[in-house]
């Protein structure tokens, strides 16, 4: 996902994104682990848009506060 994209969810859908994505990634890691995953740049994406969704996720917890 884009960040524009992201930036246009509620709070509650992008904390749901991440648990998603946190959860493929434990996959990932264990599919790595046992020599089975064929894509290991799937790795490095996924733990990008973990990380893509916590910034904006801080970004709209800080408006929130501020209002």
Same mark, same amino acid.
């Given at each position: 996902?884009?960040? @524009?994209? &992201?930036?246009?969810?509620?709070? *509650? ?8 994505? #946190? *959860?493929?990634?434990? #996959?990932?890691?264990? *599919? ?12 490095? *994406?996924? @733990? @990008?848009? &973990?990380?893509?969704?916590?910034? &904006? ?9 501020? #209002?």
């Amino acid at each position: 996902m884009r960040a @524009k994209e &992201i930036r246009e969810l509620t709070i *509650q859908e992008i904390e749901a994104l991440v648990a998603d994505k #946190k *959860q493929e990634l434990f #996959k990932l890691r264990f *599919q790595h682990a046992l020599g089975q995953l064929e894509n290991t740049s799937k790795l490095r *994406q996924t @733990k @990008k848009e &973990i990380a893509r969704l916590y910034t &904006i996720l801080s970004e709209k917890r800080r408006l929130n506060d501020a #209002k």
